[in-house]
T-cell receptor, first 116, second 113 residues
Framework: NAGVTQTPKFQVLKTGQSMTLQCAQDMNHEYMSWYRQDPGMGLRLIHYSVGAGITDQGEVPNGYNVSRSTTEDFPLRLLSAAPSQTSVYFC???????????????FGPGTRLLVL | GNSVTQMEGPVTLSEEAFLTINCTYTATGYPSLFWYVQYPGEGLQLLLKATKADDKGSNKGFEATYRKETTSFHLEKGSVQVSDSAVYFCALHYGGATNKLIFGTGTLLAVQP
C-alpha cells in the first residue's frame, strides 16, 4: 500500500516555465488537496477536490490549476512559474464524509520547487 | 474567522525533559482538532486527534486534551527523546463536507542528547 505518492521530489524551473506536479493515492479516498508550505506560514490550502470531476479553490489558488479526472490522481499545474511559487508542495487525501477516520488526512512526501 | 495559533519555536530540550507546545484556536461550532508531526525531509503524519470537547488524544507518549472552555489543544509529553525532534503542527478541521484543515505555523522541537 503506497499511500499518497508525489513526483517529482525536487524541481528547478525558470520564471515563465510551466510544469505539473503529480499526486496519486491508492486508498480510494474521495477527498484530495494541495498545500504549500512556506517558512513561518504553516501549510496553506491551494486547491481541493471532494471527488472525481469536482474541484474548488482554497486559500491561495492564484497561479495554479487542478483537475480530477479519476479518484486516484490529482495533478497540480503551474501555468507560468514565478519566484513567489518557490515552496514545498504537499498533496493530501482523506476518506469521504462519514467514513471511518474521515477527517484524518494522509500526506505525500512533498515536492520541493525552486523557481529562478 | 477560523484560525490556529501555536507557540513559536524553536523549542530546545534535553532528552527526558517534559514537553509542552501550546495551541489555541478560534472557530465557530465544534471543530475537530489535530496534531501532525513532520520529521526532517518527510511529509506530515497524524500524531493524534480529538473530535469533541474533553476528548484526550494520545499516541507515542504524546497527549493533548480538547479544552473548549479555553479553546486550547496543548501537546504534552512527559519524557522526550532525540527521535522526537521534528516540526509539530496544530490543526483544526471544519466545514463538514469540505476538505479544509487550518494549520498553525508549526513549532520546531530539537531534543539534545
Amino acid at each position: 500500500n503506497a499511500g499518497v505518492t508525489q513526483t517529482p521530489k525536487f524541481q528547478v524551473l525558470k520564471t515563465g516555465q510551466s510544469m505539473t506536479l503529480q499526486c496519486a493515492q491508492d486508498m480510494n479516498h474521495e477527498y484530495m488537496s494541495w498545500y504549500r508550505q512556506d517558512p513561518g506560514m504553516g501549510l496553506r490550502l491551494i486547491h481541493y477536490s471532494v471527488g472525481a470531476g469536482i474541484t474548488d479553490q482554497g486559500e491561495v489558488p492564484n497561479g495554479y490549476n487542478v483537475s480530477r479526472s479519476t479518484t486516484e490522481d490529482f495533478p497540480l499545474r503551474l501555468l507560468s512559474a514565478a519566484p513567489s511559487q518557490t515552496s514545498v508542495y504537499f498533496c493530501a487525501s482523506r476518506p469521504g464524509q462519514g467514513a471511518k477516520g474521515g477527517k484524518t488526512q494522509y500526506f505525500g512526501p512533498g515536492t520541493r520547487l525552486l523557481v529562478l | 474567522g477560523n484560525s490556529v495559533t501555536q507557540m513559536e519555536g524553536p523549542v530546545t530540550l534535553s532528552e527526558e525533559a517534559f514537553l509542552t507546545i501550546n495551541c489555541t484556536y478560534t472557530a465557530t461550532g465544534y471543530p475537530s482538532l489535530f496534531w501532525y508531526v513532520q520529521y526532517p525531509g518527510e511529509g506530515l503524519q497524524l500524531l493524534l486527534k480529538a473530535t469533541k470537547a474533553d476528548d484526550k488524544g494520545s499516541n507515542k507518549g504524546f497527549e493533548a486534551t480538547y479544552r473548549k472552555e479555553t479553546t486550547s489543544f496543548h501537546l504534552e509529553k512527559g519524557s522526550v527523546q532525540v527521535s522526537d525532534s521534528a516540526v509539530y503542527f496544530c490543526a483544526l478541521h471544519y466545514g463538514g463536507a469540505t476538505n479544509k484543515l487550518i494549520f498553525g505555523t508549526g513549532t520546531l522541537l530539537a531534543v539534545q542528547p
